[in-house]
């Protein structure tokens, strides 16, 4: 069997995703997994080659299918959309947000034309985005989108450490007022569906509460009691092996220790925190990331989705010491997942 084209957009042209993209496709590793073809400029990659002095070529074709997919050769679709000349360097801007919009709906319409098997996303500004006119709060709001998917979700996974979120780019009032019952069943079906294609048999989810000490029997919110417990309740009935609420302090480390699969999580920095801490190692002398491991995964479309579990980080890009630990276990995570579908 063919191995999975995985089509890559390289994120913000000012950030640090082109130089990400380029030093995990020159580790030579995707390769052994997948046909990776990337999706960008080909000045912006060309300027990041030679600020990494590496000896790797850009093969520019017109479809999947004309790469040569081999290492020291990148493959890559070059829409032509990005002039840094006048522009200040690394700093979101108007269009560097619509460059990398565009390669996100282009591997978007790749993926669901069948012309390639998976994507892979490189990190975007959503700030950038917004400045060019696109009223998206991110990357899995753009991919519902334009895949007409209207329950999706986003989850979190560094090896077997798995969170899912029930609100991700609102405001902490508003992931309040969207803690409903069908909200937060529909997104454990979803954490129990996608656990189940990645060959778990019987998914084990724990399901986080809102409030400190998940509300403690309504003495701090009844959020859990009106909504929380209900879904629950919804779910086991489905036949879903899901407990809580539980204390979010109390559920990490219970998967941490293996007696969960996945956390379904109330609102973004309830997961992403744990992730991140548990992924993300910062070397203190130099200030460099030693490492940066974990990958985000947007369940519930019909095309494979999945990106770095990090920024643009402006604050270093074109400096060279980017971490591309997270891209390429996103690549190699999305040639896995990539004989799958309806995440």
């Not at 460059?99 to 669901?112: D, G, N, P, Q, W």
């Not at 450490?161 to 780019?169: A, D, M, P």
């Not at 973004?268 to 744990?274: A, E, S, Y």
Request: contains cysteine; glycine residues 10%.
């Amino acid at each position: 069997m063919k191995k999975p084209i995985i089509a890559i957009s390289s994120g913000d042209p000012s950030g640090i995703g082109p130089e990400v993209t380029i030093k995990a496709l020159a580790s030579g590793l995707p390769y052994s997994v997948a046909r990776p073809v990337v999706i960008s400029d080909s000045g912006v990659m060309a300027e990041a080659i030679q600020s990494l002095n590496l000896e790797i070529k850009l093969n520019i074709i017109d479809t999947p299918t004309d790469g040569k997919y081999k290492p020291g050769v990148i493959d890559m679709i070059d829409l032509k959309n990005f002039n840094r000349k006048g522009l200040i360097p690394r700093k979101p801007t108007a269009e560097s947000g619509r460059a990398s919009f565009e390669y996100v709906r282009k591997v978007i319409e790749l993926a669901m034309n069948n012309d390639a098997d998976a994507t892979v996303t490189g990190p975007i500004s959503k700030e950038a985005i917004r400045m060019a006119g696109f009223d998206f709060a991110g990357h899995t709001e753009i991919f519902a989108h334009f895949t007409g998917t209207s329950d999706y979700a986003m989850m979190l996974a560094d090896g077997d450490f798995r969170v899912v979120h029930v609100n991700t780019h609102v405001s902490m009032l508003e992931a309040i007022k969207r803690i409903t019952a069908e909200r937060v069943l529909n997104t454990i079906v979803l954490t129990h569906k996608a656990l189940k294609m990645m060959g778990i048999t019987n998914p084990r989810i724990a399901v986080n509460g809102l409030n400190p000490h998940a509300g403690e029997n309504g003495l701090f919110g009844t959020e859990e009691i009106a909504h929380i417990i209900p879904a629950i309740n919804r779910a086991r009935e489905k036949g879903i092996n899901a407990d809580g609420p539980h204390p979010p302090d109390t559920a990490f480390p219970k998967m941490k220790g293996g007696l969960y699969d996945a956390v379904v999580c109330m609102y973004h920095d309830q997961g992403h925190i744990p992730v991140k801490l548990l992924g993300f190692r910062l070397e203190k002398e130099s200030g460099k990331w030693e490492t940066i491991s974990g990958v985000n995964i947007t369940l519930g479309l019909p095309i494979v989705r999945v990106s770095v579990d990090h920024g643009t980080a402006f604050d270093i890009a074109g400096k060279g010491i980017a971490n591309e630990e997270s891209m390429i276990q996103a690549i190699i995570y999305a040639a896995k997942l990539s004989d799958k579908h309806n995440f």
